[in-house]
């Protein structure tokens, strides 16, 4: 009786374990903060217009922006016409800052669908 529970312990013990091996780690929080006064746009997702929170996002000319990963996947931000390119942006990931001097469409390189628009003050 007693090999049979043991048998049974070990057994539990290494579906346990064996269940706790997944490939997914959440973000632990923003790798690299932005600077005050920054505005951030989150990336929150791969949903067309309502991607990047807020959209339209007000941005002054002149001023610095970021934008900060909420998704659990990398997004690749850019302006449409060219004027800026943020790079890959991790999981839980803020990108550099960057000063917008007009407003404009951007997307996702990686998910072309993933659309949002800076608008002038």
Known sequence: MRSLLTAAGTAALMIGISACGSN????????NPPPPGAIVIDI????GAMSFLPNPATVP????VVW???DTVTHHVVLDDG????????????????????????HCTIH????????GQ
């Open 24 to 31: 997914y780690t959440a973000p632990t929080g923003p790798s």
């Open 44 to 47: 929150v997702g791969i949903n």
């Open 61 to 64: 000319p002149g001023q610095m």
């Open 68 to 70: 900060y990963n909420r």
């Open 83 to 106: 004027r800026l390119d943020a790079g890959n942006v991790a999981a839980g990931a803020y990108t550099v800052a960057m000063t917008l001097n007009s407003p404009g469409p951007y």
């Open 112 to 119: 072309p669908e993933m659309v949002g628009r800076t608008a």
